[in-house]
T-cell receptor, first 114, second 110 residues
Framework: GAGVSQSPSNKVTEKGKDVELRCDPI?????LYWYRQSLGQGLEFLIY????????KSGLPSDRFSAERTGGSVSTLTIQRTQQEDSAVYLC????????????FGSGTRLTVV | GEDVEQSLFLSVREGDSSVINCTYTDSSSTYLYWYKQEPGAGLQLLTYIFSNMDMKQDQRLTVLLNKKDKHLSLRIADTQTGDSAIYFCAETMKMRQLTFGSGTQLTVLP
């Protein structure tokens, strides 16, 4: 597609439920990144994919968070047993060359845990 | 570790120039970026500069890099109300994730 597509755009879930967030990067972009932006905060790095492998998972805040990427394209970020502190906007970005010329961001998924 | 710092708020009058400042700590940073985020939207790449440059101009935007002081600035000439947004500074080395500052909220007053 023309840009990075994320779905859903908004998600409200009950505490304790699992959620799955999807990112569809720009076609041909080999690198894909997940960030989290909490209200009034900067961007917190979560995980980075080069192709289907994740060389850097250092930002995942707990073992409730996992991510995968298949076919070098779509990625899903899964949060198990959601907590209220997981409420944030989850942003996905992709780049052609590993980020040297910056990323293209999606519009994000706003997750609210009630 | 890496750290990128920005002041949180800046207000300017319409038509004036805005200067948004950023400092970073990682001397091995090779690429530095400015992103703009409007309410409810993702981040839009405005411009970037390589660490071997000290200035880059792109229409109303001027980026200055002082590598010795690890200081990056973004100047917006003739600031308009449509420039009101949060501006993020970010840095990276090749093939690594971007490290972002906390963002500067620019408010343009009529």
């Amino acid at each position: 597609g023309a840009g990075v597509s994320q779905s859903p755009s908004n998600k409200v879930t009950e505490k304790g439920k699992d959620v799955e967030l999807r990112c569809d990067p720009i076609s041909g972009h080999t690198a894909l990144y997940w960030y989290r932006q909490s209200l009034g905060q900067g961007l917190e790095f979560l995980i980075y994919f080069q192709g289907n492998s994740a060389p850097d998972k250092s930002g995942l805040p707990s073992d409730r968070f996992s991510a995968e990427r298949t076919g070098g394209s779509v990625s899903t970020l899964t949060i198990q047993r959601t907590q209220q502190e997981d409420s944030a906007v989850y942003l996905c970005a992709s780049s052609l060359d590993g980020g040297n010329y910056g990323y293209t961001f999606g519009s994000g998924t706003r997750l609210t845990v009630v | 570790g890496e750290d990128v710092e920005q002041s949180l708020f800046l207000s300017v009058r319409e038509g004036d120039s805005s200067v948004i400042n950023c400092t970073y700590t990682d001397s091995s940073s090779t690429y530095l970026y400015w992103y703009k985020q409007e309410p409810g939207a993702g981040l839009q790449l405005l411009t970037y500069i390589f660490s071997n440059m000290d200035m880059k101009q792109d229409q109303r935007l001027t980026v200055l890099l002082n590598k010795k002081d690890k200081h990056l600035s973004l100047r917006i000439a003739d600031t308009q109300t449509g420039d009101s947004a949060i501006y993020f500074c970010a840095e990276t080395m090749k093939m690594r994730q971007l490290t972002f500052g906390s963002g500067t909220q620019l408010t343009v007053l009529p």
